[in-house]
């Protein structure tokens, strides 16, 4: 088309242009036009610039057709406009959201409103293909059809027949001999499918998912010693009938190396003892490329404590292959020394700059530390605000000992509105209602809204948190609750307890990781008395009447671990003491908490649980039936009923203790056929506790233990746990529960 219409516009001797019309235009404007052209009214028009002309009009996509006649020394545009796409629709898309699609394409141009082309649409055909490829829909076939409507527009309509999904049916391995090609297997996240690939979805290929299995299979055989492993091909090869893939993996193994020696080179600030002292490389053992990974990285980051930015590590293989033995030598640069000109951030287009700025430890104008850096990282993460958080350090042009830190957070949405049910054997139906704000404003500050009710529990609290009430990092929250229980209905009772409290809290940073609490409340609490009261309620300071309390509290918190939903390693520790220091009552209330996780490699995972309690009256004063412990059920002793170990009232019925003592301890493995996802896993567990009055001694004989296993998933709803457990250790008149379950709980 373009050379037909340069053609009409040839063989035309230099002359002055007298006018210029346009014709053919209907929605684009005559300027847009008259300023693309090269030439104008008054000036020479010749071959070149009419050329020029149609191939910059062309380069718009506005127009379909373009043709340049000349009449009388007047130069006329022809003009033909594209049609502007009316709709998109798409028909027989299952697997993908029209929106969603409809967002991609406009990413490549097409979209409403916009001029049609060829050549997008058959991009966008081929970009959808794409991305039903990326999904194991190999047999997908799109046919596109354009409707003509009024006005010079059209319809684009996309009509898709999915086929079947294509699954991997076989995962072949050529070329190992060391290691099994089951074992081979058992390391990717891709496999050949099982009774529960319909949940991994482990069977659908993905040339990503491949990518990272092959650095697995990688890391695995350079974590062993074999230096010279090699992927030399991978093939992927698909059925006449688009269902069925299989992959051949084509592997040398090599020799396996062992370490001979390990020396430093290079320049070490005259600390070479304390840089020996990370060395985590193992001599006389295979050669383990994470080990010595994760040593240059120590080493690097220990320069970076010392100022020096631009510090180079590189370990070096020296190898024998006669005996298969390498020696590894560090060399180190650690180049210049800089100081820090500037920290600038990005990303944050709701969190005020100072809210970022406040976490930071490394201080602009300062030498570079980079410990420093990784705390203020660490601590911007656990803000809670922010996806992602990265730095980067940059050079200054032009300066020889100055960087500028580049801070790059991705923030997570302003809030969340909750709304959900859950269902405990226990407490039978729960319905939660909450409003979190964690960054109101931007101002970094916490506003909480939640309501949880049952049959037997009902609560709602309110509360407010300023992380920095004082510039020191004081924390200061307030919080409102009301709460009503009702005991269980295997206790046969219509008593009903209800306590009201408002308090303030403090929370005081004494390390990075280590805070103390103090807070100040005043509480009210009340009994209305029922059918089958426990004894020891009638008679008590809430028994009918209105009984307050102005609880001090003072805590100590420390958390490291790498989840709060489903950690494999760091430990929890948390202790808390409440005083009733005035109006109706007189008490002290302990508890300390003691989590620890450990885990072996990437499938399994050791935690134990330890939770004591002990609260006594104070000056005469009988400790508050309501400040009992009780312990029982899921997070408690499995295998007993929830809340129903410890001292009963002369009536039988369960009223709790004033001392507490209860250890679990769980083993994780992968739940059969989901791989490596830690979402859903098996686990056995071990419990043992009891809950004793206060003139009880902690008689160890007559604590209740159980054993046995259950599922943990974490599921839409939140985590969810199962759990059959078989008492070991129980006594007469014990109420044995021995399946149990409950969304929203942990250990």
Not at 104 to 110: D, Q, S, T
Not at 651 to 659: E, F, R
Request: with cysteine.
């Amino acid at each position: 088309m373009f050379s037909l219409a340069a053609s009409m516009a040839w063989a035309v001797s230099p002359f002055i242009a007298r006018d210029i019309r346009i014709e053919g235009l209907q929605r684009v404007e005559p300027g847009t036009v008259f300023a693309t052209l090269p030439f104008r009214v008054g000036e020479t028009y010749t071959d070149e610039k009419g050329t020029a002309a149609i191939r910059a009009l062309f380069g718009l996509g506005l127009f379909k057709d373009i043709r340049i006649e000349v009449k009388d020394d007047v130069v006329v545009v022809l003009l033909e406009e594209r049609p502007i796409i009316a709709s998109i629709d798409f028909i027989g898309t299952k697997e993908f959201d029209k929106e969603a699609l409809r967002k991609a394409l406009k990413e490549i141009g097409l979209s409403d409103g916009r001029p049609y082309d060829r050549s997008l649409a058959d991009l966008a055909e081929q970009d959808i293909k794409r991305q039903y490829v990326n999904r194991s829909l190999y047999g997908v076939d799109i046919v596109t059809t354009i409707t003509p409507v009024e006005r010079n527009r059209v319809n684009l309509t996309f009509n898709v027949t999915e086929g079947d999904m294509a699954k991997i049916k076989q995962i072949q391995f050529v070329g190992n001999k060391v290691f099994k090609s089951s074992t081979l297997e058992d390391l990717m996240d891709l496999n050949s499918g099982n009774w529960m690939s319909w949940y991994t979805k482990s069977d659908r290929y993905s040339r990503p998912k491949l990518n990272a299995d092959l650095e697995t299979l990688r890391s695995f055989y350079l974590a062993r010693g074999y230096l010279d492993f090699r992927i030399d091909s991978t093939q992927v090869s698909i059925s006449p009938n688009k269902q069925d893939l299989s992959v051949t993996i084509n592997i040398f193994e090599g020799e396996m190396f062992a370490v001979s020696s390990v020396r430093l080179q290079g320049y070490y600030l005259g600390k070479d003892d304390e840089f020996k002292t990370m060395i985590g490389i193992k001599v006389g053992q295979a050669y383990n490329a994470e080990d010595v990974t994760k040593t240059t990285a120590a080493f690097t980051e220990y320069f970076g404590n010392f100022g020096f930015a631009f510090a180079r590590v590189e370990a070096v293989n020296e190898i024998d292959r006669s005996t298969n033995r390498v020696a590894l030598v560090l060399q180190a640069d650690p180049s210049r020394r800089a100081y820090v000109r500037k920290i600038n951030l990005t990303g944050n287009s709701r969190t005020r700059d100072e809210i970022i700025r406040r976490e930071f430890r490394q201080l602009e104008s300062a030498w570079y530390d980079g410990e420093r850096i990784k705390l203020s990282r660490d601590r911007l993460k656990r803000l809670g605000y922010f996806k992602d958080v990265n730095i980067e350090t940059q050079e200054v042009p032009g300066s020889f000992d100055q960087v500028d830190l580049l801070v790059k957070v991705e923030e997570k949405p302003l809030g969340s509105l909750q709304l959900g049910a859950g269902f405990s054997s226990a407490e039978k139906l729960v319905l939660t209602f909450g409003v979190q704000q964690d960054n109101i404003f931007g101002s970094g500050n916490f506003l909480g809204i939640q309501l949880s009710t049952s049959e037997y529990n009902k609560v709602i609290s309110v509360a407010t948190t300023n992380p920095y009430f004082t510039e020191d990092g004081v924390s200061r929250t307030f919080s409102v609750s009301h709460r009503s229980i009702k005991p269980y209905i295997d206790q046969a009772g219509n008593y009903q307890t209800e306590s009201t409290n408002a308090g303030v809290t403090f929370g005081v940073p004494m390390t990075e990781l280590d805070r103390i609490f103090v807070g100040l409340a005043g509480e009210q609490t009340i009994t209305k008395p029922g059918s089958n009261m426990p004894a020891s309620l009638i008679g008590s300071c809430s028994y009918d009447k209105t009984c307050t309390s102005v609880p001090l509290t003072l805590g100590w918190a420390r958390d490291g671990r790498d989840s709060a939903i489903t950690p494999t390693k760091g430990r929890l520790m948390r202790a808390n003491t409440e005083f009733g220091v005035a109006a109706d009552t007189r008490y002290a209330k302990t508890s300390a908490l003691y989590q620890q996780y450990f885990n072996f490699g990437k499938r399994y995972t050791l935690g134990i649980n330890g939770d004591v309690g002990v609260a006594q009256g104070l000056q005469d004063y009988e400790l508050p039936t309501y400040k009992n412990f009780y312990a029982g059920g899921l997070g408690s002793v499995r295998g007993f009923e929830q809340g129903s170990l410890g001292p009963r009232d002369t009536t039988g019925l369960v009223v709790g203790g004033a001392k507490k003592l209860v250890f679990n301890t769980e083993f994780f493995i992968p739940f059969p056929g989901v791989g490596n996802d830690p979402t859903l896993r098996l686990y056995g567990f071990f419990d043992a506790g009891n809950v004793y009055g206060v003139s009880d001694s902690l008689d160890f004989a007559l604590m209740r233990t159980s054993v046995g296993a259950g599922i943990s998933w974490v599921s839409p709803v939140g985590p969810l746990r199962f759990a059959v457990a078989e008492p070991m250790n129980k006594f007469r008149g014990d109420r044995i529960q021995k399946l149990q379950f409950q969304i929203g709980t942990s250990f």
